[in-house]
């Protein structure tokens, strides 16, 4: 069984940065997208970040140019460096791992925003 666990949530004023970190445990070596997501209260869910087993990367628009995804495959973690941190950026962050045929999440971990 497949689990992640995510770290490094907390409170930031605006324009200060985070780092969120997500391990991954179980019988999936190396997963081909790892990422994060976040959702807001009220809010839908929305992508943040994703990188493929190849390097490559892809960030949500508002993200781009703040936020930096990074993986070691070896060790199966993901990490997010979000800087630049906006009120709007406050929500519930999640790590998910994804296969053919599997997908995989953690629990979340709080970030939040002050103004």
């Known amino acids: 069984q497949v689990q992640l666990v995510e770290f490094g949530g907390g409170l930031v004023q605006a324009g200060g940065s985070l780092r969120l970190s997500c391990a991954a445990s179980?019988?999936?070596?190396?997963?081909?997208?790892m990422g994060w997501y976040r959702r807001a209260p009220g809010k839908q869910r929305e992508l943040v970040a994703v990188?493929?087993?190849?390097?490559?990367?892809n960030y949500a628009d508002s993200m781009k140019g703040r936020f930096t995804i990074a993986r070691d495959n070896a060790k199966n973690t993901v990490d997010l460096q979000m800087n630049s941190l906006k009120p709007e950026d406050t929500a519930v962050y999640y790590c998910?791992?994804?296969?053919?045929?599997?997908?995989?999440w953690g629990r979340g971990t709080q970030v939040t925003v002050s103004s």
């Open positions: 998910f791992c994804s296969n053919l045929g599997s997908n995989y």
């Open positions: 179980g019988s999936i070596f190396m997963f081909a997208v």
């Open positions: 990188i493929h087993s190849s390097g490559s990367t």
